[in-house]
């Protein structure tokens, strides 16, 4: 049977953790558990007992994952203070999915299946190194899935997407609101909480199998929402497309996805090169069709905030001073980027032939 995490209570203020002066925090894995045959839970607690940082439902963490490390061992060893900033790692992007109140822990769970979809095997090496008692280090908390203010609210999880939506679903209930959850899997024992989470909710979290019904139509899955629906999708990109096209010319519903994939680009020729202006500086870089403005400017000897590089995280998100922005991430909000206020540079381009940005 599937566990859930504990339930989600009200969130409260505690004082954070300490931080390492990079940013980074370090953490023991304080627990390991199995939720199913390719995903497992992995529970994170301060060395020193100290509260972790605060947190809002939606957010997620950077996890450094070493890439020296060898399976079915520690990851830094049993007696170091904390993780050395030095040594070479993959970093990596996972959902909170335990109670902002409880700043004891951080809870994610991690699929290694990822692997088969185009990932780079960062979810594959924790599965094989991430043993309870070791050293890891984790970023601070970012939020681009917060849930806003709606009159309804329907949750869709494709498979590993159950982890955001869990605290989600918890702030909804606070709120009074009525809720449903969707959740998608090959087969109901493919679906991380999903046990505990029927057995909570009722009749209110229900799952289509595309093992046993073929592919979901979301047309009529979702049909005749009330005005006022917020919408909320963590899934493959071609699953959060099909939401938003059968949603669409339904009246006042909104739609808020977060992706653990990158979009597919089309193959090609390059991408037109452009120019990229420092606003505090005034010097000009140019960036070529096959190369991204964050790798330029790296190139030019700028040390720059980055963790993905595929438009997922936000970390590389730069104020736009002016330049008509091309943008290609999963972040920004259809609001947010109508406004052209800020880019995320590992990915988003240029349509104007020049930008300035705020660096």
């Known amino acids: 049977m599937n566990a859930a995490p504990a339930a989600l209570a009200a969130s409260v203020t505690s004082p954070a953790a300490p931080v390492i002066d990079d940013g980074w925090t370090t953490v023991t894995i304080a627990s390991r558990r199995h939720l199913t045959d390719w995903v497992d839970e992995f529970r994170f607690e301060s060395p020193d007992g100290s509260p972790l940082p605060a947190w809002t439902p939606g957010s997620h963490i950077d996890v450094q994952i070493p890439e020296c490390a060898i399976p079915g061992k520690r990851c830094w060893g049993d007696d170091s203070a904390a993780a050395p900033a030095h040594i ?3 970093i990596r992007q996972y959902s909170l999915c335990s109670d902002p109140a409880d ?6 769970a991690v699929d290694r299946t990822s692997i088969n979809r185009g990932g780079r095997g960062g979810s594959e090496r924790i599965h094989q190194t991430f043993d309870p008692g070791a050293l890891v280090r984790i970023g601070q908390p970012r939020n681009h899935f917060a ?3 709606a009159l309804n609210y329907v949750f869709i999880a494709g498979g590993i997407g159950i982890t955001p939506i869990l605290p989600l679903i918890a702030q909804a209930e606070r ?3 009525p809720w449903t959850l969707l959740c998608l899997a090959r087969t109901e024992g493919e679906m991380p909480y999903f046990d505990d989470l029927q057995h909570t909710w009722g009749d209110r979290v229900r799952i289509h199998t595309s093992g046993d019904h073929g592919r979901i139509d979301f047309v009529s899955a979702l049909a005749n929402q009330p005005r006022g629906t917020a919408v909320y999708v963590c899934g493959p990109g071609a699953m959060a497309m099909s939401v938003r096209m059968a949603v669409d010319p339904q009246p006042a519903v909104d739609v808020f996805t977060e992706q653990f994939s990158a979009p597919v680009r089309p193959t090609g020729e390059g991408d037109t090169p452009f120019e990229v202006t420092i606003a505090s500086s005034g010097d000009t870089v140019a960036v070529p069709g096959d190369q991204s403005v964050l790798d330029s400017l790296e190139e030019r000897g700028m040390l720059l905030a980055s963790s993905c590089r595929e438009g997922m995280c936000g970390t590389c998100e730069v104020g736009v001073v002016s330049g008509e922005i091309e943008h290609r991430d999963t972040v920004l909000t259809p609001e947010e980027r109508s406004e052209n206020e ?15 940005l705020d660096l």
């Open 147 to 149: 849930l806003q203010r």
């Open 88 to 90: 070479d790692s993959l």
């Open 103 to 108: 700043l004891s822990s951080f809870t994610i």
């Open 342 to 356: 800020s880019m995320m540079i590992c990915v988003s381009r240029c349509s104007s032939g020049r930008l300035v």
């Open 175 to 177: 709120t009074g609101r």
